[in-house]
């Protein structure tokens, strides 16, 4: 592991926009365009992640945050990641669609379409949870396993399914976890 650190402060910084102290990157799978992906302190990305940003999009990823083995994260927009994240394995975020209305034209043809992305501090991303374009999620936010997110999700709720609804939520006024409509209101 320290290897890793090493290699992380003296090979990969000289390509990233950015990389704080004590951040580790484990083998990644594919990195493209690190010159605009800024990732903070005490950060580690697991072996075989994919790390990729199409022109001139952008991510960003907060302090103390982690991500384990075969994460995907691809932006053509602004990507960002907040502080004390942890995305399970084989989890997905983006900020990109690809349009298909021209008939007879192959999907990977035709243009983006993207939408920010943003994830909330102190989330967790539960594995194969996939994390669509234009997904805002609130602050301490609970995904479940392979659940489908798109959408704005309120601070402190637990996603689950596909598509993915709301199923509980943290309430301030009587600080408990409660059960929830699927649209998040509280029952």
């Known amino acids: 592991m320290i290897w890793h650190r090493v290699k992380t ?18 083998n990644p799978l594919f990195i493209a365009n690190p010159d605009r992906i800024s990732i903070g302190s005490k950060v580690l990305i697991r072996d075989h992640a ?28 602004e990507l960002i990641i907040g502080d004390n994240v942890t995305v399970s394995f084989c989890s997905m975020i983006t900020d990109i669609d690809h349009d298909y209305q021209e008939i007879g034209v192959h999907i990977l043809r035709q243009p983006h379409l993207i939408q920010p992305t943003r994830i909330g501090d102190n989330c967790f991303i539960a594995a194969g949870a996939k994390i669509q374009a234009g997904t805002v999620l609130g602050k301490q936010c609970i995904v479940g396993s392979n659940a489908v997110v798109r959408g704005t999700y309120p601070d402190y709720c637990v996603l689950v399914g596909v598509p993915a609804k709301v199923i509980k939520r943290y309430n301030v006024e009587t600080l408990r976890w409660e059960k929830t409509q699927p649209d998040g209101s509280f029952l």
Do not use: M, P
């Open 9 to 26: 402060r003296c090979w990969y910084a000289l390509f990233f926009d950015s990389i704080g102290r004590k951040t580790t990157l484990l």
């Open 50 to 77: 994919r790390l990729e940003v199409v022109g001139n999009g952008s991510i960003r990823i907060g302090h103390s945050s982690s991500f384990e083995q075969n994460v995907s994260i691809s932006s053509c927009g």
